[in-house]
């Protein structure tokens, strides 16, 4: 039978006790990232709820008026190019409120949707912070600048859809008619959530050079699977574009797939290069 070591289990117990001191520390200070995330996005809210006179009728609204920036700069392209249909002169349809506390909800959720849009940076910031002690020195300077590039790419992505996508589909959608008995009676929650989703949706969707990055970081996506896959992608893109362009003809659809096409060949290089830096590693480490 083994002689019971009592120095030596206490000795175990006491790195088991500080293993989980330092798991009890990890999660403290993630709260403490958390804490500071919601704070920030809490004070934009504030400023959002502040000026939501300016926040409501310039923004959320905007895309549903026809002196919106985009339909006046479609009704010039059509001008110039002579192209009939391309100008937006009416959007068929209503703003509804269908519940007691609509009204207040949704400038509470309009509120809150714009501090996410506008603390995004700083929700980067906070994951980087906590992430960076994990990290090894060559991993930290892979990952330098990530908050910059990410925070570039979700603006432009941000401003893509809500000056693109937003008022193309919202133009689609309004004229969109089976019947003339029918009328487009649509509620403010339904309109929020279209413009708020878009939006956002196309912020998150430029991040694919980012997620590329990353994916070729652990060695699951390559050059050589994009550019087989390419064929896919470019259907996949063109489709998505012609269903949310008002009309059927190639400039339009081109306007809106655009951007696509240049974030996927984006990603590819991003890729090829997280590849080449791989392959350089791993020929000076056999040589040395």
Known sequence: MPEYNFFESLK???????AEMSFFEHLEVLRWHIIRAVIAVAIFAIVAFSFYDFLFSQV????????FWTYR?????????????????NIPMNIINTEMAGQFMMQINSSLLMALALGFPYLLFEIWLFVKPALTEV??????????????????????????VVPLSINFLANVSLSVEITNQITINSYL???ATLSLGC???FQLPIVVFVLSKV???TPAFMKASRRYAIVVILIIAAIITPTADVITMLTVSAPMFVLYELSII???KVQKAKERQQKEFFEN
Do not use: H, W
Not at 12 to 18: C, D, G, I, R
Not at 73 to 89: P, Q, R, S, T, Y
């Open 12 to 18: 175990n117990k006491s790195k088991s006790v500080e």
């Open 60 to 67: 959320i609204m905007g895309p549903k008026n026809t002196d």
């Open 73 to 89: 700069m479609m009704c010039k392209a059509g001008e110039a190019l002579n192209l009939e249909g391309f100008c937006v002169d």
């Open 139 to 164: 991993e930290r300077q892979s990952a330098r600048g990530f908050v910059f590039y990410a925070t570039i790419l979700f603006v432009l992505g941000m401003l893509f859809g809500y000056f693109i």
């Open 193 to 195: 959530t279209t413009v």
């Open 203 to 205: 912020g998150l969707i």
């Open 219 to 221: 060695g699951i996506m």
């Open 270 to 272: 991003v890729s090829g």
